[in-house]
């Protein structure tokens, strides 16, 4: 089963406004954020408002994740305690260095219910020096997901957010290649820029061509172009049939490369246009 995740909006758990908002959002999924977006002095009642929110339900179609605070911190045990308890979807969780990081979290896991997933952020400078192995760590361990963290990212490596992103190529193409190594789901870091939806639209773009599956929102106006940007496009899907159809004549049966409709297309591109298609089937395209 695919399941979309194209647009997955943040929001500070300690905020129940949000919160309640969240269940009517247009987004595929919701992260109940008790790490970066809250205070200190917010940490408690943030923790409290998450696992009644994951108890209570109410959010339809959309699946609920939770984002912990680090092992490290004075709440990330207590976090996690809650989360387990409660049965989030996934418990997301911050700033993994190595493999031995995903082991540690994954163990904390082993009461949770069984559908319950582990994410990660890809966020620190030394993880992305050990992405195989976290990725790799999937086999043995709950872990379903990769999440782009740049603000981080870029606060670590002392580097600027440019309108196209340059210091942070590197890293996005690792990413997405020991993710999809290993199977995983890799969703794209947020875009701060709330009120400029030019600049959201373009980077959107960047995600998906980049290979994102979706991307992290901090806003619900942003979830309608996030929608669009990664829901496959009509004039796609519509090649996509084309190169199915045209693997399937008999006369294309031992042909590895055939022309559609003047561009080349092999067998690995069948594969794809098979994936994209059950994708715009999911999405009911
Ligand atoms: N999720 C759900 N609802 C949200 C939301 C979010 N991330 N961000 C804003 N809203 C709601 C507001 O509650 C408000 O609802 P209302 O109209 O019913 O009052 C409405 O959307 C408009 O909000 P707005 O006034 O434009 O936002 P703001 O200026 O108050 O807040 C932020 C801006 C950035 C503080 C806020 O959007 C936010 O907290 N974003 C998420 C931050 C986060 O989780 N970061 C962690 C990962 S990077
Ligand atoms: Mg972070």
């Not at 989030?88 to 995903?102: H, R, T």
């Not at 990413?175 to 290993?182: D, E, Q």
């Not at 794809?272 to 298609?277: H, N």
């Amino acid at each position: 089963m695919i399941r979309p995740r194209r647009s997955v909006l943040y929001m500070p758990a300690s905020n129940p406004k949000a919160i309640e908002k969240a269940r009517g959002l247009d987004c595929d999924a919701i992260i109940l954020d008790l790490e970066d977006a809250v205070a200190p002095e917010a940490k408690e009642t943030a923790r409290a408002q998450a696992a009644e929110a994951v108890r209570s339900g109410g959010f339809g179609r959309r699946e609920v994740i939770v984002r912990v605070n680090g092992l490290e911190t004075p709440w990330g045990e207590a976090d996690l305690a809650a989360v387990l308890e409660a049965g989030a979807d996934a418990v997301l969780v911050p700033k993994v260095n190595d493999a031995g990081d995903v082991a540690r979290y994954d163990g904390r896991l082993g009461r949770a219910p069984e559908r319950t997933r582990l994410w990660v952020m890809i966020e620190t400078c030394r993880c992305l020096f050990h992405l195989e192995g976290i990725a790799a760590a999937a086999r043995t361990s709950r872990l379903s997901a990769f999440v782009m963290g740049t603000n981080d990212l870029a606060k670590e490596m002392g580097a600027r957010q440019t309108p196209g992103r340059e210091p942070f190529l590197g890293a996005l193409g690792l990413s997405v290649a020991a993710a999809r190594a290993h199977g995983l789901v890799i969703l794209d870091g947020v875009y701060n820029g709330i009120d400029d939806a030019e600049g959201f639209e373009r980077i959107c773009r960047q995600g998906l061509d980049f290979g994102f599956d979706g991307k992290t929102l901090i806003h619900p106006n942003q979830i309608e172009t996030c929608n669009r940007v990664f829901t496959p496009a009509a004039e796609e899907v519509a090649f996509a049939r084309a190169v199915i159809a045209a693997f399937a004549q008999p006369e294309n049966a031992g042909k590895g490369a055939i022309r559609v409709e003047g561009r080349m297309a092999e067998r690995l591109h069948l594969a794809q246009a098979e994936k994209l298609v059950a994708v715009a089937q999911a999405l009911g395209v």
